[in-house]
């Protein structure tokens, strides 16, 4: 048997026929940026997201790191300002901030891999002008402290939720919760496209008037420039694939908790500390991610039983080496960097078979 990381292939032959379908009538269309599968997928994401509240909206952008850094930007988060952030996260979260020249604080993660909630008021200082929460691994962080700090101290939230589509903290969709909720629908997302392409969930129409002009070269009105912009947009074919996967969303998702399900269960080995959820939140499992002190000795045992795994991720922003400049050394986040050197992301992908995954878990099991 021979397990890879991730099969994206499976989840596309799950719905082979609805993809080609939808694929071919955009390319009979005749339209092929900004107009009506774009439209309605902005207007099923947002209700998917936000329960169908009319004071929120979706806008579609190319990619997840430009939901970030846009965000930002249009939030006028710039040069000498500083925004918070967990030391634990993919590198794009980071950049997000620095595009801007912003100032990245580093906060130390929580037993369950989120910004640690009670670590962030020591670091706010007089220059903090936002919060960047990461959802990481699909699993939603708690924002009750959070969202009392941004009241507390006027900060704008941003949340990550390039991983999290579909996990809720206090039964609130993530992505709800702040000013600008980023997503990525990067192809190995729980809601993936078949390219680039990302999403922001904000808070009122002037906001989400601001990403529409801003993704557009910053024009409303063909060829009448407001500001200088970028090229951004979520093209037709990928917003009319991610209608056909959104629409499967919650049933992709189940069975990736379900696969989680029996990794908790089943996975018994005292070598290996196994995930856990935080109180009152829920996780769609982007990863299922495993702790083991004898990490590099468990891959090549996992690989000489062709069981491929991931690294999420082995070096954190702070120590790589476009954030030299921070002048951060090693030692400075102990416990992101000891995840760093310990963390392990195991197979868990839609069309996962039982066979599959038992032989992980055997696999896994004996492993001394
Ligand atoms: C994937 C990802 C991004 C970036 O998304 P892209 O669409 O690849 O630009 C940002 N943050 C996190 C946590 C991610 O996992």
Known sequence: MNVMPNRMDRGFYKYQQEFENKALNVLRSGWYILGQELKSFESEFNSYITDKKDDEYCVGLASGLDALWIAFKLLDIKKGDEVIVQGNTYIASVMGITINDATPIFIEPDEYFAIDPDKIEEKISDKTRAILVTHLYGMASRMDKIIELCKKYNLKLVEDCAQSHGARSENKMTGSFGDVGCFSFYPSKNLGAFGDAGAVIVKNEELAEKFKMFRNYGSEKRYYNKVVGANSRLDEIQAGLLRVRLKHLDELNAEKIMLAENYSREIKNPEIVLPKTAPQTSSVWHQYVIRCEKRDKLINYLNDKNIGTI??????????????????????????????????????????????????????????
């Not at 310990?342 to 039982?354: D, F, R």
């Open 311 to 368: 690294i999420h991720y082995p070096i954190p922003p702070h120590l790589s080496e476009a954030y030299k400049y921070l002048g951060l050394s090693k030692g400075s986040l102990p416990i992101t960097e000891h995840l760093a050197n310990t963390v392990l992301s195991i197979p868990i992908y839609n069309g996962m078979t039982e066979l599959e995954q038992e032989y992980v878990i055997d696999a896994i099991n004996s492993f001394r």
